[in-house]
């Protein structure tokens, strides 16, 4: 049996750590600040036969109620740096995505703009495939540097079989490091790209609330006749829709918000609901794009 890895904590609070504040503790949590950290604590929970999360920013994650039975970790040190290497951008995979477009803005880096408005991490959004506001990710990623329980492997786009909000990464692999490659420009333009670029997300979304971000993918089959989820999930009569302490903000009926005392139980509730009027109007099955940890148990009315 492996050793158990310096800087592990019991039972460690996951609400702290999500920008929407419910759910329950980790069994194990871990900050990693290395790759070799990071490796070693990959090959404990492989042997302990632990379940792994990635906490990220916290910004498309809800956690159970009754927690995460695993190992949680969250990126730090070495693995959430931003630097700049020419027109490369060399972040960890623990960097703030928005951190490292300004940071690429003021060092006069193009490319990364969008990435502003995806309040995730460098890793979690080439996970995720984040695009935004016209932006695509794997037209700028150069590569990734991925750690499993065995090591560390370094991937470029096309290994990594991206679709919308999805790649072939695994439970068991995590991004250390990424490379965008950027173009130099004027870095006051950027800089004004970057604020247009806030402006729109300003107006088009919530701001200052404890939410998520999106709930569902905006779908692609016909009977949604090209309308967004929020636009469906408004058309349904949800903006404004409340269960327990959670609601469909009145400014964008995609977001869910806690009110304050919201529980995960009353943020599934209210998607199930949402996701029920939506398919009842308009045989629309919205699928979920925020990711979740731990045994998550979605509402009766979830299976239309």
């Not at 990071?38 to 404990?44: C, G, H, I, N, V």
């Not at 190992?71 to 027109?87: H, N, S």
């Given at each position: 049996m492996k050793a158990v890895p310096e800087g592990l904590q019991r039972d460690f609070p996951l609400a702290r750590l999500t920008t929407v504040r419910t759910g329950g503790p980790a069994e194990w949590f871990a900050r990693p600040s290395s790759e070799q950290a990071?490796?070693?604590?990959?090959?404990?929970a492989g042997e302990e036969g632990l379940a792994l999360g990635v906490v990220g920013s916290g910004s498309n994650l809800l956690v159970a109620d009754a927690g995460f039975r695993g190992?949680?970790?969250?990126?730090?040190?070495?693995?959430?740096?931003?630097?700049?290497?020419?027109?490369m951008l060399l972040c960890g995979g623990g960097a703030r995505l928005p951190?490292?477009?300004?940071?690429?803005?003021?060092?006069?880096?193009?490319?990364?703009?969008?990435?502003?408005?995806?309040?995730?991490?460098?890793?979690?959004?080439?996970?995720?495939?984040?695009?935004?506001?016209?932006?695509?990710?794997?037209?700028?990623?150069?590569?990734?540097?991925?750690?499993?329980?065995?090591?560390?492997?370094?991937?470029v786009p096309g290994d990594l079989e991206f679709a919308y909000r999805s790649s072939n990464l695994g439970p068991g692999e995590v991004i250390a490091r990424t490379s965008f490659k950027l173009t130099a420009d004027d870095p006051a333009a950027i800089r004004a790209r970057l604020e247009a670029m806030r402006g729109k997300r300003r107006e088009a979304q919530p701001s200052g609330i404890k939410t998520f971000g999106s709930t569902f993918k905006n779908p692609d089959e016909e009977r949604a006749a090209g309308r967004s989820a929020g636009q469906l999930l408004e058309a349904a009569g949800c903006r404004g829709l409340r269960q327990g302490g959670a609601r469909f903000s009145e400014k964008h009926a995609n977001f869910v918000?806690?009110?304050?005392?919201?529980?995960?139980?009353?943020?599934?509730?209210?998607?199930?609901?949402?996701?029920?009027?939506?398919?009842?109007?308009?045989?629309?099955?919205?699928?979920?794009e925020v990711q979740v940890l731990g045994d998550v148990r979605w509402p009766e009315g979830w299976a239309l």
């Open positions: 990071l490796t070693e604590l990959l090959a404990w190992l949680a970790i969250k990126l730090d040190g070495d693995l959430a740096t931003i630097e700049r290497e020419g027109e951190s490292a477009s300004a940071k690429a803005a003021g060092w006069g880096l193009a490319g990364l703009e969008f990435g502003v408005n995806i309040p995730g991490t460098a890793g979690g959004a080439v996970k995720m495939n984040a695009n935004a506001y016209g932006g695509q990710l794997a037209e700028v990623l150069e590569w990734v540097d991925v750690c499993t329980a065995a090591g560390s492997d370094r991937r918000e806690n009110e304050g005392a919201a529980t995960t139980a009353d943020v599934l509730e209210l998607m199930a609901e949402g996701r029920r009027r939506v398919h009842e109007r308009f045989g629309v099955v919205l699928e979920p």
